[in-house]
């Protein structure tokens, strides 16, 4: 048996039928573990954490460590892109990200893709750091932000209601929204690039607002930029499987699948597992969606929750994870919890 074979991630994303489950979160790293919480306050801010590769890659693997995770996912974050182009990037205490908005064509003239790989340089040491030190059976995802989340972050400057301010300027300036999606896809190229060869072993695309976007403008801002990110990783690191999570597109996904051709397909809180199950083709697996908020509760609730949604995968090959991100306030042990779960086989 290969290497290869020897991580339940990689074996599934291959094609092969796993029980149980390979299983990873996202956001498996963060504030809900007090270790995490430590060391952030060591770092002195979430954005110092993210560049330093020592301290980034040991939160990576904290959660690989305090529970049996099949997976490591890459601390960092989607908006390290945009920074690294060049746009101001601050992380407010308690209010999220606040960016300088960049709302015209003049305005992209002032990014600048060189250099880009340079000041992003911590990060690929940091996947390179854990790839050496991770258990021979977990795998290593890298990841970014799908070109029209990052966008609808540059255009408001913050995180608005829905993305409204984004979706607006999209009918409103179509020309420097297609220009922003095209530069930020040669970004990703690279970007995703150069942690694959760093070591990434599984790559993550999240696209948290390609839901309610009107069915029109799907095509431009989603589909068409994820399958050009595909074509190219596929082009340059042909093994490397890439997981697109399309957060609450709902009937679009099997479209989404057939025409980006990403290896697998993210779930989300809200989307119907069976109708998913019986839509989207089989050679593409699914990952998902355990509905963050019933990690939080645990105990009964839990337990129902991944009954429901073992049954709701039937025969299908799939990745266990949440519909979303783990939430600060979920209870460390409820992880624990779900990963026996998983483990045994019979949530009972
Ligand atoms: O999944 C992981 O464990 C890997 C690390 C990771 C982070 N952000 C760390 C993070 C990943 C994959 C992301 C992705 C990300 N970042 C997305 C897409 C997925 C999603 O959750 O919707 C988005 C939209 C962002 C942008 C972002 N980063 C926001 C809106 C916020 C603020 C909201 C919040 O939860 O505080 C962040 C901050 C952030 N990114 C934190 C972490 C651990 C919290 C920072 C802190 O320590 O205070």
């Given at each position: 048996?290969?290497?290869?074979?020897?991580?339940?991630?990689?074996?599934?994303?291959?094609?092969?039928?796993?029980a149980?489950?390979?299983?990873?979160?996202?956001?498996?790293?963060?504030?809900?573990?007090p270790?995490?919480?430590e060391?952030?306050?060591?770092?002195?801010?979430?954005l110092?954490?993210?560049?330093?590769?020592?301290?980034?890659?040991?939160?990576?693997?904290q959660?690989v460590?305090?529970?049996q995770?099949?997976?490591?996912?890459?601390?960092?974050?989607?908006?390290?892109?945009?920074?690294?182009?060049?746009?101001?990037?601050?992380?407010e205490?308690?209010?999220?990200?606040?960016?300088?908005p960049?709302?015209?064509?003049?305005?992209?003239?002032?990014?600048?893709?060189?250099?880009m790989?340079?000041?992003?340089?911590?990060?690929?040491?940091?996947?390179?750091?854990?790839?050496?030190?991770?258990p021979?059976?977990?795998?290593?995802?890298?990841?970014?932000?799908?070109?029209?989340?990052?966008?609808?972050?540059?255009?408001?400057?913050?995180a608005?209601?829905?993305?409204?301010?984004?979706?607006?300027?999209?009918?409103q300036?179509?020309?420097?929204?297609?220009?922003?999606?095209?530069?930020?896809?040669?970004?990703?190229?690279?970007?995703?690039?150069?942690?694959?060869?760093?070591?990434?072993?599984?790559?993550?695309?999240?696209?948290t607002?390609a839901?309610?976007?009107?069915?029109?403008?799907?095509?431009?801002?989603?589909?068409?930029?994820?399958?050009?990110?595909?074509a190219?990783?596929?082009?340059?690191?042909?093994?490397?499987?890439?997981?697109?999570f399309?957060?609450?597109?709902?009937?679009?996904?099997?479209?989404?699948?057939?025409t980006?051709?990403?290896?697998?397909?993210?779930?989300?809180?809200?989307?119907?597992?069976?109708?998913?199950?019986?839509?989207?083709?089989?050679?593409?697996?699914?990952q998902?969606?355990?509905?963050?908020?019933?990690?939080?509760?645990?105990?009964?609730?839990?337990?129902?929750?991944?009954?429901?949604?073992?049954a709701d995968m039937?025969?299908?090959?799939f990745?266990?994870?949440?519909?979303?991100?783990?939430?600060?306030?979920?209870p460390?042990?409820?992880?624990?919890?779900?990963?026996?779960?998983i483990?045994?086989?019979?949530?009972?």
């Amino acid at each position: 048996m290969s290497a290869f074979r020897a991580k339940p991630l990689l074996s599934i994303l291959a094609g092969e039928q796993l029980a149980p489950p390979p299983i990873w979160l996202m956001r498996q790293a963060g504030r809900y573990l007090p270790e995490y919480r430590e060391l952030r306050a060591r770092a002195g801010s979430f954005l110092a954490l993210c560049y330093d590769p020592i301290l980034a890659a040991e939160v990576t693997l904290q959660p690989v460590r305090r529970f049996q995770l099949d997976a490591a996912i890459l601390f960092a974050d989607i908006l390290l892109v945009p920074q690294a182009l060049g746009a101001d990037v601050r992380f407010e205490e308690g209010e999220g990200p606040r960016l300088a908005p960049v709302t015209s064509v003049h305005g992209l003239r002032r990014l600048n893709a060189h250099g880009m790989l340079d000041r992003l340089a911590p990060v690929f040491e940091t996947v390179r750091r854990v790839r050496a030190e991770l258990p021979a059976k977990v795998a290593l995802i890298g990841f970014a932000g799908a070109p029209w989340t990052v966008a609808t972050y540059m255009i408001a400057g913050r995180a608005t209601p829905d993305q409204k301010d984004a979706k607006l300027r999209a009918y409103q300036d179509p020309g420097f929204v297609a220009a922003l999606i095209a530069d930020l896809t040669a970004a990703t190229i690279s970007y995703l690039c150069a942690q694959a060869d760093a070591g990434a072993e599984v790559l993550q695309l999240f696209d948290t607002w390609a839901g309610g976007l009107a069915e029109p403008l799907l095509e431009p801002l989603v589909f068409a930029p994820t399958r050009e990110i595909v074509a190219a990783l596929k082009r340059r690191h042909p093994k490397v499987p890439i997981i697109g999570f399309p957060r609450g597109i709902g009937l679009h996904l099997p479209a989404y699948a057939r025409t980006t051709r990403v290896d697998a397909v993210g779930l989300a809180t809200g989307d119907d597992v069976r109708l998913a199950a019986a839509l989207i083709p089989r050679d593409v697996v699914l990952q998902g969606c355990l509905d963050p908020l019933a990690l939080i509760v645990g105990g009964k609730t839990l337990q129902n929750a991944v009954e429901r949604l073992l049954a709701d995968m039937g025969d299908r090959p799939f990745v266990f994870n949440l519909g979303h991100g783990i939430l600060p306030e979920t209870p460390p042990e409820h992880v624990a919890e779900l990963v026996r779960m998983i483990r045994n086989g019979d949530p009972k």
